[in-house]
């Protein structure tokens, strides 16, 4: 007798081929439908000729943000402008799929220019500010130190050569950096829960008992600290983890104690400094945790001045 093979592995083969066609076909018609290269130079000229040092550029479409990395490059998408947040630059260019772009709260809306699939949308800040200083700029300024009940163990500065850990450990750690018993602090990229970089002071707190103490001298004030800090995603993931302290010092008065819960993502922050613009001063930045193991943040600050 013969014998008859059952049809079910026949009837998958032919809907795993027909999803990866579909697949296919959708990857093609996307990439044909998207921005032409066209479309990218002459937003790359646009941007080159009108973007003054200070403005930031943003991207406003999530699914363009790998492919502008690629065509407007270093020059243009800097780490400041790429990772800290929209809110410390007075004047921002946004660029988008034309008709899918979003514009960050609290700007108003200069003009737009359009390129083909691309647009330009150009802004300003509701209540103007300049920036005075961005602190992850001027990491290898600070002196970094940890406080152990009031003892103070420094960190030295240096290149010691980056390392990485297995996926899901978080971002690789950079070569320039401080190294301190048992942990380090460095300016990285930290990607938080809805994927979003921020160019950010990056340290692993030890959590046992420890504080880490950024210290800035000299630092021109201005009439408010501004920033977000959080948690590289994975590491926050199983929201199993211990909080951390977020303490803002300056001349050793503590203006602002902040903190950070697993699920929390990226926060955002404000510390109002009016009293103190236009004096220079010593800001520290101090992060602990007593949770008993180590914790992956990332802390982004500017000082910031209102202006009329």
Same mark, same amino acid.
């Given at each position: 007798?013969?014998?008859?093979?059952?049809?079910?592995?026949?009837?998958?083969?032919?809907?795993?081929? #027909?999803? $990866?066609? #579909?697949?296919?076909?959708?990857?093609?018609?996307?990439?044909? %439908?998207?921005? &032409?290269?066209?479309?990218? @130079?002459?937003?790359?000229?646009?941007?080159?000729?009108?973007?003054?040092?200070?403005?930031?550029?943003?991207?406003?479409?999530?699914?363009?943000?790998?492919?502008?990395?690629?065509?407007?490059?270093?020059?243009?998408?800097? *780490?400041?402008?790429?990772?800290?947040?929209? $809110?410390?630059?007075?004047?921002?260019?946004?660029? &988008?799929?034309?008709?899918?772009?979003?514009?960050?709260?609290?700007?108003?809306?200069?003009?737009?220019?359009?390129?083909?699939?691309?647009?330009? @949308? *150009? #802004?300003?800040?509701?209540?103007?500010?300049?920036?005075?200083?961005?602190?992850?700029?001027?990491?290898?300024?600070?002196?970094?130190?940890?406080? #152990?009940?009031?003892?103070?163990?420094?960190?030295?500065?240096?290149?010691?050569?980056?390392?990485?850990?297995?996926? /899901?450990? +978080?971002?690789?750690?950079?070569?320039?950096?401080?190294?301190?018993? /048992?942990?380090?602090?460095?300016?990285?990229?930290?990607?938080? @829960?809805?994927?979003?970089?921020?160019?950010?002071?990056? @340290?692993?707190?030890?959590?046992?008992?420890?504080?880490?103490?950024? *210290?800035?001298?000299?630092?021109?004030? /201005?009439?408010?600290?501004? %920033?977000?800090?959080?948690?590289?995603?994975?590491?926050?993931?199983?929201?199993?983890?211990?909080?951390?302290?977020?303490?803002?010092? =300056?001349?050793?008065? $503590?203006?602002?104690?902040?903190?950070?819960?697993?699920?929390?993502?990226?926060?955002?922050?404000?510390?109002?400094?009016?009293?103190?613009?236009?004096?220079?001063?010593?800001?520290?930045?101090?992060?602990?945790?007593? +949770?008993?193991?180590? *914790?992956? =943040?990332?802390?982004?600050?500017?000082?910031?001045?209102?202006?009329?």
């Amino acid at each position: 007798m013969a014998s008859h093979s059952s049809p079910v592995p026949f009837v998958a083969g032919v809907v795993l081929v #027909a999803a $990866s066609v #579909a697949e296919a076909v959708g990857v093609f018609v996307q990439a044909r %439908g998207g921005p &032409s290269e066209a479309d990218w @130079t002459a937003v790359k000229t646009q941007l080159a000729a009108t973007l003054t040092e200070s403005d930031g550029l943003l991207i406003g479409t999530r699914w363009i943000e790998p492919l502008a990395r690629q065509k407007l490059g270093d020059g243009l998408l800097t *780490r400041e402008r790429l990772g800290a947040g929209a $809110s410390t630059f007075s004047r921002v260019a946004v660029v &988008s799929e034309r008709g899918h772009g979003s514009l960050p709260a609290g700007y108003i809306v200069d003009g737009r220019d359009v390129f083909g699939d691309l647009d330009i @949308t *150009r #802004a300003h800040a509701a209540a103007p500010f300049r920036v005075n200083a961005r602190f992850e700029s001027l990491l290898s300024r600070a002196s970094v130190v940890l406080d #152990a009940n009031g003892v103070e163990t420094p960190c030295t500065w240096g290149v010691y050569g980056s390392t990485s850990g297995n996926l /899901g450990t +978080g971002p690789a750690i950079p070569a320039e950096r401080f190294a301190c018993p /048992g942990l380090f602090v460095a300016r990285s990229f930290v990607t938080d @829960t809805a994927y979003v970089a921020h160019d950010a002071v990056y @340290t692993d707190v030890p959590g046992d008992g420890r504080t880490v103490v950024v *210290r800035w001298t000299d630092v021109a004030m /201005g009439t408010a600290l501004r %920033g977000g800090f959080g948690l590289y995603v994975e590491a926050e993931r199983d929201g199993t983890g211990a909080p951390i302290s977020v303490e803002w010092r =300056i001349n050793g008065r $503590s203006v602002a104690t902040l903190s950070h819960r697993d699920g929390e993502g990226w926060k955002p922050f404000e510390i109002a400094t009016n009293d103190l613009a236009g004096s220079h001063e010593v800001v520290e930045l101090r992060l602990r945790s007593p +949770g008993g193991s180590r *914790r992956w =943040i990332g802390v982004s600050a500017a000082v910031v001045e209102a202006r009329p």
